[in-house]
């Protein structure tokens, strides 16, 4: 999927199957402001002399700003603008480090008409290799508001 309204989709426009991708390069810039908003200074993030030290050995991004990527799509792109978050799993499987490329992909794994919610499948990749996966489950507007 390339493009989406910029209303977001609704409901009966959703089918499983359906698709779409964010690609976000992770700089220092970047951590520095996450690390800001969510106050998380973990020196894991942000100290590469303490960082040297752990089994990393070396500086990592927050998992949850690879997670945020998702948010991104789900809440601009699939279903877009209208969507609300009600509840999301996620596995960390790889770290991201400053330099790498992240693909955030969601993908519509199930549609339930009558509550109006919709299953997300969702992973984050670096250069193919899977960083996160998860699921999120979203409630879509039934119609557009004129």
């Known amino acids: 999927m390339t493009d989406s309204p910029p209303q977001g989709y609704v409901l009966d426009e959703l089918k499983v199957g359906m698709s779409a991708e964010l ?14 908003a969510s106050d998380d200074y973990n020196p894991l993030h942000m100290d590469e002399d303490f960082a040297r030290t752990t089994p990393y050995r070396g500086r990592i991004a927050h998992g949850l700003l690879s997670a945020s990527y998702v948010s991104a799509v789900v809440g601009t792109m699939l279903p877009g603008p209208g969507a609300i978050f009600l509840g999301q799993t996620m ?44 699921e999120a489950q979203v409630r879509v507007p039934r119609r557009r508001k004129r």
């Open 23 to 36: 690609v976000r390069e992770v700089t220092e810039e970047k951590i520095a402001l996450f690390a800001e």
């Open 91 to 134: 596995t960390f499987h790889k770290p991201v480090r400053i330099g790498d490329v992240v693909t955030a992909r969601v993908t519509v794994a199930s549609v339930d008409p009558e509550k109006a919610r919709v299953v997300l499948s969702c992973a984050c990749l670096v250069n193919g290799e899977p960083v996160l996966d998860g």
